[in-house]
């Protein structure tokens, strides 16, 4: 089954969808081989567990995700191969990492289709929702708690630091100024009406950068992604490698230097490996990713 149709039915059955981005770049700069073992450190949906499976015989994989949908939706399309996934529900900065355990390690870091798809998760501006944002609902942190509870000067710093959000200021006086705001799009018209027409009319939406920082803070996502980049080299066999996919700028720089400043690794790819333009028409989500690649020195 391509993937196309993989995930139409995904989207009939309102699963977990997640079309896996440069996967015939990452599976091929893997060198995966027979009886290997590997890690998917962010299953979601399972379709980069799957193309490890296919691309040789007896491929063990260990694949974990926060995120409890994330993991029953990949337990259910892995079902034919229950004797070679083992699945564990964890952030992969709390994973515990072994020495010398696997022969491949893959990330892939960006938020899912079915994250920005599915309102109540909290995600995106598109629909009315509860402010949530968390991969892991176990937690209790939430995007509204953020929102409405921190001061002005908090707010407008990490839109600035994890949004890269130049009208931190403005936007975090409007928020304090509507609060209590409760749903997606009372934000996103809070943030609208903060920026200047030209601004607010763009090439995205002005609501779109605050939307990343918030995510960012809400799963504490960089301070993850750099507890793994520390630990995860470690879990490699000599000659393992570890493949890493980004979205933005903040993630792909920890990742450039983790791979870099890592004393166990030689780094593969001098640039990032970036989508081909067929992928990017056939997955618009695929052109801002970028996947660096790195081998344990033997």
Not at 146 to 156: S, T
Not at 189 to 196: L, T
Request: glycine share 6%; with cysteine; charged share 25%.
């Amino acid at each position: 089954m391509n993937l196309d149709s993989q995930n139409l039915l995904d989207a009939e059955a309102g699963m977990f969808s997640h079309i896996p981005v440069l996967s015939r770049e990452l599976i091929a700069g893997l060198e995966v081989h027979p009886g290997g073992h590997y890690l998917d450190a962010t299953v979601g949906g399972g379709g980069h567990t799957r193309l490890l499976l296919e691309a040789a015989l007896n491929v063990q994989v260990t694949a974990i995700d926060q995120d409890g949908d994330a993991l029953a939706a990949a337990q259910k399309s892995l079902a034919a191969y229950e004797d070679q996934v083992k699945f564990i529900r964890c952030n992969f900065a709390a994973y515990e990492f072994t020495n010398g355990t696997f022969d491949g390690i893959i990330a892939d870091l960006g938020v899912s289709s079915y994250h920005l798809d599915t309102p109540e998760r909290g995600f995106s501006f598109r629909h009315a929702a509860s402010l949530d944002m968390r991969m892991d609902q176990r937690q209790s942190l939430t995007a509204a708690d953020v929102i409405n509870d921190w001061d002005e000067g908090e707010l407008a710093e990490i839109f600035f630091k994890y949004g890269e959000e130049r009208l931190s200021r403005r936007i975090a006086r409007r928020i304090v100024e509507r609060r209590p705001l409760h749903t997606t799009v009372e934000l996103a018209s809070a943030i609208a009406s903060s920026v200047p027409p030209k601004y607010r009319y763009g090439r995205i939406h002005p609501a779109t950068r605050v939307f990343q920082a918030l995510r960012i803070v809400v799963n504490d996502e960089l301070k993850s992604l750099e507890t793994f980049l520390e630990q995860a080299p470690n879990a490699l066999l000599p000659g393992g490698r570890i493949a890493i996919i980004s979205f933005h700028s903040l993630e792909d720089r920890l990742v450039k230097h983790g791979l870099r400043n890592s004393p166990s690794l030689r780094v593969l790819t001098k640039k990032p490996i970036i989508a081909e333009e067929a992928e990017i028409a056939q997955n618009p989500r695929s052109r801002s990713a970028k996947l660096r690649i790195a081998q344990r020195s033997e």
